[in-house]
C-alpha cells in the first residue's frame, strides 16, 4: 500500500497486471476531492472515459451529473473511482481476473479518500467490494455498514440508459446518501 497519492498513481502509470493494459489510450484513475466524505465506485471506464483518462465523462457520466444536480451534490466534492482503471472491450463487465488485478489499487485509494459514504454503482461493484453473495435488485437503496464505512448500492448510470424507470431509484438512493451526509 502507498502513503501517498503521487506514490500510488506512479504505480499504476505502466500497469500491466491484466490484459486490459493492452486495448487502453489512458488509464483512469479517479478524480473528485481527494478528502471526500462521499465517494463513488463504478465499474470500469467507457470508450469516452478511456479517450480522456477520467471516470464519467460520457452518457452515463452526463445523467450522473444531472442526478447529482437534482439532490445537490457538487462533483467536485465527491471522489469518483473504478473497479478497474482501464477499458474493458466493448464496455463489457470486467472479468474476475482483471477486477483481482486493480482492487489493491482501488483499495487505497479509498485508504487514502477515507470517506464515510461509499456509493456503489451496479453489481459489478458491489459483489467486488462487499461479496459475491450481494445482490444489486435486493441490495439497492438499502445501507450496509461495514469497517465503519457506510455504502449504499444503487444502479450504475449506465444502466438508467437502458431501462428509465430506473431513474427515479437512482435519484431516491441519492437523496438518502445526500440527508446521511447532512447528519454527519
Known amino acids: 500500500m502507498f502513503d501517498t497519492w503521487e506514490e500510488l498513481e506512479e504505480s499504476i502509470k505502466n500497469c500491466n497486471r491484466c490484459k486490459l493494459y493492452k486495448g487502453r489510450n489512458n488509464i483512469v484513475f479517479g478524480t473528485g476531492n481527494k478528502n471526500a466524505d ?3 465506485i463504478g465499474e470500469g471506464p467507457g470508450a469516452d472515459e478511456d479517450m480522456q483518462g477520467q471516470p464519467f ?5 452526463k445523467l450522473m451529473n444531472m442526478a447529482f444536480e437534482i439532490v445537490g451534490i457538487n462533483r467536485q466534492e465527491v471522489y469518483i473511482a473504478n473497479i478497474v482503471k482501464c477499458r474493458p472491450p466493448s464496455n463489457r463487465n470486467p472479468e474476475e481476473d482483471e477486477a483481482q488485478a486493480c482492487l489493491n489499487y482501488l483499495r487505497n485509494q479509498v485508504m487514502l479518500v477515507k470517506p464515510k459514504i461509499i456509493v456503489l454503482l451496479g453489481s459489478v461493484s458491489l459483489k467486488n467490494i462487499l461479496g459475491k453473495e450481494y445482490n444489486i435488485t435486493s441490495s439497492r437503496g438499502k ?4 469497517k465503519d464505512i457506510l455504502y449504499m448500492p444503487t444502479w450504475h ?3 438508467l440508459l437502458r431501462d428509465e424507470t430506473k431513474k427515479i431509484d437512482f435519484i431516491k438512493d441519492l437523496k438518502l ?6 447528519q454527519f
Open 177 to 182: 446518501v445526500m440527508e446521511k451526509y447532512n
Open 57 to 61: 465523462v460520457g452518457k452515463a457520466g
Open 143 to 146: 445501507w450496509i455498514e461495514k
Open 38 to 40: 462521499i465517494m463513488f
Open 157 to 159: 448510470p449506465a444502466a
